[in-house]
């Protein structure tokens, strides 16, 4: 075992204390990572998923040292690197990482506060593309229709399989700027990019921006003719009369459109397309390539989307195994691979004093190609530090080189991690103590954040029942703070363990939340919220509209719950579209619940 070179540097009085922080560098071995796990809480459960790509990665001799700690409490507990360690028992190979030691359990809520990075973050750091969100929204949507899984929850998409389509179809780029171009058509800007490049392999460029013009009009053209444009235009506005119009509802009936368009076939009729969602799963050996996933419809792949004339397909689009993911065997692992041969000699760790002066340096000359700021995350952290409430938590700011050496210049020493806590050290303008680790690969920044994001706090209820109520505790947070329930503010994880303390009817209100009749109009986390926050304006009242939501019994025309709960039900069958936000879903209950408070408070009702 190695130690790691810990260096304090000297400082004013620190407002947080690091105690008998340390850090090592191991080599666990299988044996020895089982030894470890047995440490961890029993309730937690390593994600299969994660552990699997990790195992893969850590088969291929790719892993890094990426500057995230395995970390253990001060009565030497397992608290975080639980998905690494099972990694390493699966893949039977030894693992080499940072190792945090003597860290306060009561800092486990801001572990992993930042959010999970995406290839999308991956895109950016490249620098190579322009609008990187768009781009990735467009591979996925083909990488699903090529595979015969659209609209289907099939496995997440690897970024070796990102890097392997964006490698060999140059027409992406061009479908993202062609959709970008024709922005605020009534035809919405995705829709359009998987329409572009399908049209663009075709070998239809030329008709299809004769198509996108054509459907760049106003209303009063519509009586033009009946072509596929104009047909499109009145499908679609006839559609909305009556509800919104998903993406994938769109793609098809573009695909329909514009195949009439090359035809030159004139129709008065609008276009329909009814997704094809049978389901048996004794027959899933008819779809060689849905060959072991349950509940697949027995119809076409894709829900029976129409197929563009001529279109070819999507370059190496197609995942052999669609249920279960993507090996790890691309260019990713090749970087990471060569990366891990070279060692992890250069790894140092300290504790020190980051000072706002200098987090505006780090962030001016180092912080390149790392992924967009997230102001709401900045806000959390330095409200934290400012009220006293920051944590070292054990994880590292981390630099590819030492950023105090004489010698690291912007474009030789990066950051790759910590931006956020940074920028909230600027913005709260207080020092804080953290750890920072030097000489962390470049090739790790795309290894970091994949695993899951630290409880609040813990009461041996399952995980995934904690995350509900803190969800419904984020909502109540905002309350407390003079917001709305629905504003996009966000609390730090020390503030939402704050909230739950605060306000224990959140966990006894969660059973309920989680009844059929009541799951029906929202999501755990939001009902949640609402059996607890509702209760606390007017319980009586309360208690009605709750009972008129979920028995639907003897329902008033005038009765706002009657039209609620209309809204959901419709909002959940817009086909290819998911349910609705939470967000979206928490404001119809908000706006139905002030206009039932109203309707109670009025002597004459249809019901009276």
Request: proline letters at 5%; hydrophobic letters at 40%.
């Amino acid at each position: 075992m190695a130690t790691v070179t810990t260096t304090h540097v000297e400082r004013k009085a620190s407002p947080v204390s690091a105690g008998q922080l340390s850090f090592t560098l191991e080599t666990v071995t299988p044996a020895k990572a089982r030894q470890y796990l047995a440490t961890a809480e029993p309730l937690r459960k390593p994600d299969e998923r994660t552990v699997g790509a990790y195992a893969a990665t850590m088969k291929a001799g790719a892993w890094v040292v990426n500057g995230q700690p395995i970390i253990f409490d001060t009565g030497g507990r397992l608290i975080d690197g639980m998905q690494r360690l099972s990694a390493c028992v699966q893949a039977d190979v030894p693992l080499t990482t940072l190792v945090a030691r003597g860290v306060h359990g009561d800092t486990l809520h801001t572990i992993d506060q930042h959010r999970a990075r995406s290839y999308v973050a991956v895109l950016e750091a490249r620098g190579t593309y322009r609008r990187p969100a768009s781009l990735v929204r467009l591979m996925g949507k083909l990488i699903r229709i090529e595979n015969g899984t659209l609209g289907l929850s099939a496995a997440p998409i690897s970024w070796s399989r990102y890097d392997r389509v964006l490698d060999a179809n140059p027409e992406l780029v061009e479908a993202v700027d062609m959709a970008d171009r024709y922005r605020g058509l009534k035809l919405h800007s995705q829709p359009v990019a998987v329409l572009a490049f399908m049209a663009l392999r075709a070998g239809h460029q030329t008709a299809f921006r004769n198509f996108l013009v054509a459907l760049d009009t106003e209303d009063g053209d519509l009586a033009t003719g009946f072509n596929g444009a104009t047909n499109l235009l009145s499908t679609i506005e006839a559609m909305r009369t009556v509800g919104e119009v998903g993406v994938d509802q769109m793609i098809a009936l573009g695909i329909l459109a514009f195949n009439d368009w090359l035809e030159d076939v004139r129709r008065r009729k609008v276009y329909k397309w009814i997704p094809d969602r049978r389901v048996a799963d004794d027959d899933a050996e008819d779809l060689p390539l849905l060959a072991g996933m349950r509940g697949r419809p027995k119809g076409a792949p894709n829900l029976g989307l129409p197929m563009m004339k001529d279109y070819p397909g999507l370059r190496e689009g197609i995942i052999a195994d669609p249920a279960h993911g993507d090996p790890v065997d691309a260019r990713l692992v090749d970087e990471l691979r060569q990366t891990a041969r070279q060692g992890a000699d250069a790894v140092s760790v300290r504790m020190m004093q980051v000072t706002p002066d200098m987090a505006r340096r780090w962030l001016r000359d180092f912080n390149l190609g790392n992924r967009k700021v997230q102001p709401t995350q900045v806000d959390a952290i330095a409200r934290d530090i400012k009220a006293g409430r920051w944590m070292v938590n054990a994880q590292p700011i981390c630099f590819t080189s030492d950023p105090f050496d004489p010698s690291a210049r912007r474009g030789s020493t990066r950051l790759l991690n910590g931006q956020h806590r940074l920028h909230g050290v600027v913005e709260a303008d207080t020092p804080i103590e953290v750890p920072v680790a030097t000489g962390i690969a470049e090739a790790a920044f795309a290894t970091y954040d994949t695993h899951a994001r630290r409880s609040v706090f813990s009461t041996g209820m399952p995980q995934a029942d904690l995350r509900v109520i803190a969800g419904a505790a984020r909502f109540q947070w905002r309350v407390d703070n003079g917001l709305r329930p629905n504003d996009r503010a966000i609390p730090s994880a020390s503030e939402l363990k704050e909230t739950v303390e605060r306000h224990p009817g959140l966990a006894e209100w969660f059973p309920e939340s989680r009844k059929r009749q009541v799951a029906e109009f929202g999501s755990s986390g939001v009902m949640t919220f609402l059996l607890y926050h509702l209760r606390q304006i007017d319980r009586a009242v309360a208690e009605d509209y709750f009972r008129d939501l979920v028995t639907g019994e003897n329902l008033t025309r005038d009765n706002p719950v009657l039209h609620l709960r209309e809204k959901i039900r419709r909002l959940r069958n817009i086909e290819g579209e998911q349910r609705g936000s939470r967000r979206d879903v928490l404001t119809m209950h908000l706006h139905a619940w002030d206009a039932y408070r109203e309707w109670r408070a009025n002597p004459v009702r249809d019901d009276i």
